[in-house]
């Protein structure tokens, strides 16, 4: 079928005509950045592989991805375990989830894997655009996916240790107690209920939930 496409193409220039019978163009049909005949550019970049045209953007072809990215190709890097090109500075620092770029972002449910945005890598390996990253912290500071931290929030956890210090309970809650499940760690540990948050035991992160009713010690009962 191409090769007589090629050749119906091949008469018509010779007949003054070019292309095959259905349509009429500028030069043959065959994929290639300038025209063997005008030298028109029909691209200032092109992968000869996806057949890409586009404007310089510093493009590169990564064949582990399948697919044609933005670099420059020097600022990247392609993590085989991930499935993705990540950036330099990622290499070695982050933690890989087998093919994790193969599901959608969890904010916007848009394609990671062949989004032209930038993919951040969150402590906890999942992947979000790096402008859903953006947004989401204006809300929330979580991973939408496992509810991990998803930056480093220490400076933060010790603020709230002088607000929770400076706060005290009203007496009827002062030796209350409850079961919490860190969101950080995965530990579990029994501490005293307070209203602005429950402190880990294990990794003194204050993401966490309730996992068991509250409990008032004998003494006080």
């Given at each position: 079928m191409a090769?007589?496409?090629?050749?119906?193409?091949?008469?018509?220039?010779?007949?003054?005509?070019?292309?095959?019978?259905?349509?009429?163009?500028g030069c043959l049909l065959k994929a290639q950045q300038t025209c063997e005949e005008c030298s028109t550019l029909f691209?200032?970049?092109?992968?000869?592989?996806?057949?890409?045209?586009?404007?310089?953007?510093?493009?590169?072809?990564?064949?582990?991805?399948?697919?044609?990215?933005?670099?420059?190709?020097?600022?990247?890097?392609?993590c085989l375990k991930c499935n993705l090109c990540l950036a330099m500075n990622l290499q070695g620092k982050h933690k890989c989830i087998e093919n994790v770029s193969r599901q959608n972002c969890p904010i916007c449910l848009e394609d990671i894997h062949t989004s032209r945005v930038v993919a951040h890598v969150l402590p906890c390996g999942h992947?979000?655009?790096?402008?859903?990253?953006?947004?989401?912290?204006?809300?929330?500071?979580?991973?939408?996916?496992?509810?991990h931290s998803a930056l480093d929030m220490t400076r933060y956890w010790r603020q709230l240790d002088d607000e929770?210090?400076?706060?005290?309970?009203?007496?009827e809650y002062q030796n209350m107690t409850v079961d919490i499940l860190c969101n950080d760690c995965n530990g579990r540990s029994t501490v005293q209920f307070h209203i602005l948050g429950m402190k880990c035991n294990i990794c003194d992160s204050y993401n966490t939930a309730q996992a068991g009713g509250c409990r008032i010690s004998l003494d006080q009962q």
């Amino acid at each position: 079928m191409a090769a007589s496409a090629w050749e119906d193409g091949a008469r018509g220039q010779k007949q003054g005509r070019r292309g095959c019978e259905h349509y009429d163009r500028g030069c043959l049909l065959k994929a290639q950045q300038t025209c063997e005949e005008c030298s028109t550019l029909f691209g200032e970049y092109y992968c000869s592989i996806c057949h890409l045209f586009d404007k310089d953007k510093k493009q590169y072809h990564c064949e582990n991805c399948g697919i044609c990215r933005i670099g420059p190709k020097e600022d990247f890097f392609h993590c085989l375990k991930c499935n993705l090109c990540l950036a330099m500075n990622l290499q070695g620092k982050h933690k890989c989830i087998e093919n994790v770029s193969r599901q959608n972002c969890p904010i916007c449910l848009e394609d990671i894997h062949t989004s032209r945005v930038v993919a951040h890598v969150l402590p906890c390996g999942h992947l979000l655009h790096r402008t859903c990253y953006e947004e989401m912290l204006k809300e929330g500071y979580r991973c939408p996916l496992c509810m991990h931290s998803a930056l480093d929030m220490t400076r933060y956890w010790r603020q709230l240790d002088d607000e929770v210090a400076q706060t005290p309970m009203p007496s009827e809650y002062q030796n209350m107690t409850v079961d919490i499940l860190c969101n950080d760690c995965n530990g579990r540990s029994t501490v005293q209920f307070h209203i602005l948050g429950m402190k880990c035991n294990i990794c003194d992160s204050y993401n966490t939930a309730q996992a068991g009713g509250c409990r008032i010690s004998l003494d006080q009962q």
